[in-house]
């Protein structure tokens, strides 16, 4: 099935403000960007927590350290899948003993990226606390898993899918609902 | 089909595999490798799968090796050796498989003295089958963890010269290595006296030297093989002092490598009889991390296998 685009819920100059929204709660929720990591979840996590550490800098004028956590070795549905899907590489700025680790992904839907996550991570160290940072939060929660910090609610049907696009890795700052074309 | 994914169920030699198969495996390993840097060396990717170690022949190295793979992909394991066992009460090889099998592991990983052993019971058994060494056939996943080695080191494989120096008729990890390299687009050439070398190396597509000099000038690569002292009482060369004098890698000769060269050994080395000793040690030699290695490569090949389900393979 051929998935088309059907709206854009962000352009480039609303997602940028989104994310500088973000960036400015996770400073209120910390008091300071002093003993934060980010870690983006791989792949689109990744530029979800380059784009907030630069927004983190401008604001504080302090380097925020990041990290990309690959989660593939922790899936649940590994033995349901086949073949196995391609491993990538993980890379924390140790140690994370006793810091704010906050896990960025573009989209919270299920929640199984993030109970995996949360395993992965805690193989590192033990983070003071954990907090997650999402772009876009779809709904159809399958554990019970929530958002500290959101950029955008946006109710789906199980059947769409939400493309988020980044300027580091795609040319262009966009979110997207994908879907069948709508008939009438 | 995505060309990024693992079809076989077997791992069986590396002359069957595709040079996208080899890539994606070392690519594979690469994630792995950082799982032993971390405080917790443990992921739960293969929980609840269980891996049976068949070793017919005595290794210590390759089956610790496993071992501590399958420990770190949180795998159950199981040594199975021959001494002691069934197979000295008269069992066949098929009969013992067969019977571990009846316990349903999902992956062996064999180990045996003759070649093509491991295909054998590739073909008998619904487990996935590794092979760990079958006589001097093949040894895929030392080849494996060679170019893994190599690659870390010179950033790729195509356009090396790699040389294998030492007893290469008896060596496990040179027929596997050959295979590797030259699809990779190494060029390889071996090196050992004449009674060390089988024939028809050529047609792997190695050049042959019997001197050490000219195999490893301007090469990029030197991997030493052991010498197996017992091969003397069969007159393949006359004493170690002998062979040392002869081949050995010293540090004099090795200045005819290219200066960046890399000094490999599979392991377990002799010093003073096909390696000094300084260059053992030396700032060339990449041998222990060539252990390190052969635990990422062996999670890669696990990890990959172990998706595949028989009615796929």
Redesign the interface.
């Given at each position: 099935m051929q998935l088309i685009s059907k709206v854009t819920i962000l352009d480039g100059a609303q997602m940028r403000r989104v994310v500088r929204r973000m960036a400015g709660e996770i400073l209120e929720r910390n008091g300071g960007s002093s003993d934060l990591v980010l870690v983006g979840i791989r792949t689109r996590g990744v530029p979800l927590a380059e784009a907030l550490a630069q927004e983190l800098e401008r604001m504080e004028g302090r380097a925020v350290p990041i990290g990309s956590l690959?989660i593939t070795?922790?899936r649940d549905d590994?033995?349901t899948?086949?073949?196995?899907p391609?491993?990538?590489?993980?890379?924390i700025p140790q140690p994370l003993d006793g810091r704010v680790a906050v896990l960025c992904d573009d989209v919270l839907y299920t929640g199984r990226t993030v109970r995996a996550a949360l395993?992965?991570l805690l193989?590192?160290?033990r983070p003071r606390r954990v907090e997650l940072a999402v772009l876009v939060d779809r709904g159809h929660r399958e554990l019970p898993v929530q958002a500290d910090v959101v950029g955008k609610k946006v109710p789906t049907r199980a059947q769409e899918e939400i493309k988020v696009s980044f300027q580091a890795t795609d040319g262009v700052d966009k979110v997207e609902i994908l879907g069948r074309e709508a008939k009438g | 089909m995505?060309a990024?994914?693992?079809?076989r169920k077997d791992l069986l030699g590396i002359a069957e595999l595709s040079p996208a198969e080899i890539q994606?495996i070392l690519?594979?390993a690469?994630?792995?490798r950082?799982v032993a840097e971390?405080?917790?060396k443990?992921?739960?990717?293969l929980r609840?799968k269980t891996v049976i170690n068949l070793f017919f022949e005595a290794s210590t190295r390759t089956r610790s090796s496993f071992e501590i793979a399958e420990k770190r992909l949180s795998a159950d394991n199981l040594n199975f050796s021959t001494s002691g066992s069934a197979l000295e009460k008269g069992e066949t090889l098929i009969d013992t498989a067969l019977n571990l099998e009846a316990m349903s592991p999902d992956l062996v990983v064999i180990r045996h003295r003759y070649p093509g052993v491991p295909h054998l019971l590739a073909g008998r058994l619904r487990s996935g089958i590794v092979n760990a060494g079958d006589g001097a056939h093949e040894h895929p996943t030392q080849a494996l963890l060679d170019a893994f080695t190599i690659r870390r080191h010179k950033g790729r494989l195509d356009g090396l010269t790699v040389a294998i120096v030492g007893d290469i008729e008896h060596s496990r990890v040179v027929r596997s290595n050959i295979h590797l390299l030259t699809k990779m687009g190494s060029r390889v050439r071996v090196a050992g006296l004449r009674t060390m070398l089988p024939a028809g190396l050529e047609a792997l597509g190695a050049e042959v030297f019997t001197d050490l000099e000219p195999a490893i000038a301007g090469a990029d690569v030197v991997m030493m093989l052991r010498i197996q002292t017992e091969r003397m009482n069969r007159k393949l060369f006359p004493s170690a002092r002998e062979y040392f004098r002869l081949f050995a890698l010293t540090r004099e000769r090795l200045r005819a490598a290219r200066e960046d060269a890399i000094v490999m050994h599979p392991g377990p080395m002799n010093r003073g009889v096909e390696i000094a000793s300084d260059v053992a040690d030396g700032p060339q030699s990449v041998i222990l991390e060539q252990v390190a290695a052969g635990v990422a490569v062996r999670m890669?090949v696990l990890?990959?296998l172990?998706?595949?389900?028989e009615e796929?393979a």
């Open positions: 690959d070795l922790y590994l033995s899948i086949a073949p196995q391609v491993v990538r590489e993980s890379h395993d992965a193989d590192y160290g | 995505n990024r994914a693992w079809q994606l690519d594979t690469e994630s792995f950082e971390r405080p917790i443990k992921v739960p990717t609840g890669a990890y990959l172990s998706g595949v389900r796929e």
